[in-house]
């Protein structure tokens, strides 16, 4: 299965906490078992059945979405078809029809766009919201989240789920506290109580290995978070360290940006079966050069850095990049690279059941050029960054009156 992806970039502008009001009223929308579900709506004899939409039990293929009928059996997106199988011998398997889903995407998308014009599109079912000030004048971000629930039910036959709080961290989680077809609203007065209980692996950014990390320092919970100072958990955790800790104590100043700077354009496939052969493995990423290299010249765009992934046999997967100040706009400039990023693989030595190619640091030919030509360092400092700020900042926003 080849994936083309185009992605988008959160990163916040330089200083977003003066640019915005102390407390924002942000609703984070997620559709339930989006896939699965738009299935079971279009065919309703499959409803109330374990219906799993991906790669057929007889590939490599993995679970894209189950319906919660499916779940009910342990299964969950990226499990692979043939486990799920045998954990529900009796589920529908069905082939994605991408076409269909991003139908109703833009359906939602466009009916969220009715009541603030500050959306942000996370992925094909979700979004940020800042209703802050909305289209509507209303002032309950409560109400409006249940409006915009009972519009998506009412347009397109399919529920969702919605988080409200005053940041996007706190919205997120809220909108996955009670799935499917649930609402939980995070005022600032509860913000507190509420990370201090939350198990961290829920945490916003912390995946399987953190997870195991924290456990390992004793972090089960966001009270457990709270007795780490910033510097210990840099040390820990790098820079996502200064997040979680900002995290802990309800603050994340990350505005909702409604244009979305995109930020890579890559092309991935898994491999119906393992390759060790070198030439067939170039032949791979040969089709891959070609595709990415079409989408750049389709967006008139370059980047400049390179990434090449390899996933091997036994799922350990390694990335080589490099950055050149030339960058890579077409095909020759990526395959003028990729002979040295691949000789730092072992392709051709070990299987692999997957590779990628990706250009990222996306910029215009123009500004290429102009980088090409101002390589000098700046003489003056970086800004400041984020989190820098996030020190100055109180623990938690002032409580207040504003009612959500
Ligand atoms: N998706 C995918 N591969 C994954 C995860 C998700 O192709 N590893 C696709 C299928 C999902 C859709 O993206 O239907 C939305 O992803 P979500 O994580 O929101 O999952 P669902 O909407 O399916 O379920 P939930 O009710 O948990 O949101
Ligand atoms: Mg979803």
Do not use: W
Not at 47 to 58: A, W
Request: proline share 7%; glycine share 6%; charged share 20%.
């Amino acid at each position: 299965m080849t994936a083309v992806s185009v992605n988008g970039d959160n990163t916040p502008s330089p200083n977003p906490f003066f640019a915005m009001p102390l407390t924002r009223k942000i609703i984070h929308v997620d559709m339930d078992a989006f896939f699965a579900s738009i299935e079971q709506r279009d065919r309703p004899e499959l409803h109330g059945l374990p219906v799993i939409v991906g790669g057929s039990p007889r590939s490599r293929g993995v679970v894209a979405a189950c319906s919660y009928e499916a779940r009910a059996f342990g299964i969950h997106s990226a499990m692979p078809s043939v486990r799920a199988h045998q954990m529900c011998p009796q589920a529908v398997f069905l082939a994605p029809r991408m076409a269909r889903y991003q139908e109703v995407s833009r359906q939602i998308m466009a009916l969220f766009r009715r009541y603030t014009t500050l959306v942000e599109p996370l992925s094909v079912d979700e979004a940020f919201l800042d209703v802050t000030t909305n289209l509507l004048g209303e002032p309950s971000a409560t109400r409006i989240a249940q409006a915009i629930r009972a519009t998506i039910r009412e347009t397109t036959g399919l529920t969702a789920s919605a988080g409200v709080s005053y940041n996007k961290f706190l919205a997120k989680i809220a909108s996955g506290h009670n799935k499917p077809d649930g609402l939980t609203v995070i005022p600032p007065d509860r913000a507190q109580a509420f990370i201090a209980a939350l198990p961290i692996g829920k945490l916003y950014g912390v995946g399987k290995v953190t997870e195991q990390k924290m456990r390992q320092q004793g972090i089960r919970t966001g009270a457990d978070l709270l007795r780490f100072s910033r510097q210990e958990l840099a040390a820990l955790f790098g820079k996502s360290g200064l997040f979680f800790h900002d995290m802990a104590r309800g603050i994340d100043c990350r505005p909702v940006e409604s244009v979305r700077v995109r930020k890579s354009i890559g092309s991935e496939t898994t491999l119906p079966k393992d390759i060790l052969d070198f030439v067939r493995v170039s032949t791979v990423l040969f089709d891959q050069v070609q595709q990415v290299a079409r989408i750049l010249a389709h967006k008139k765009t370059g980047g400049r850095t390179l990434t090449l992934k390899v996933r091997y046999s036994d799922f350990t997967t390694i990335t080589r990049s490099c950055t050149t100040p030339q960058g890579f706009f077409d095909a020759a400039d990526i395959v003028a690279q990729l002979p040295r990023l691949l000789a730092a693989t072992e392709a051709g030595r070990r299987p692999i059941r997957l590779l990628g190619i990706t250009v990222a640091n996306l910029c215009s030919e123009q500004e290429a050029r102009r980088l090409r030509i101002r390589q000098l360092p700046l003489p003056f400092p970086q800004p400041r960054s984020r989190n820098a700020l996030a020190t100055t900042s109180p623990e938690l926003p002032p409580h207040s009156q504003t009612k959500y």
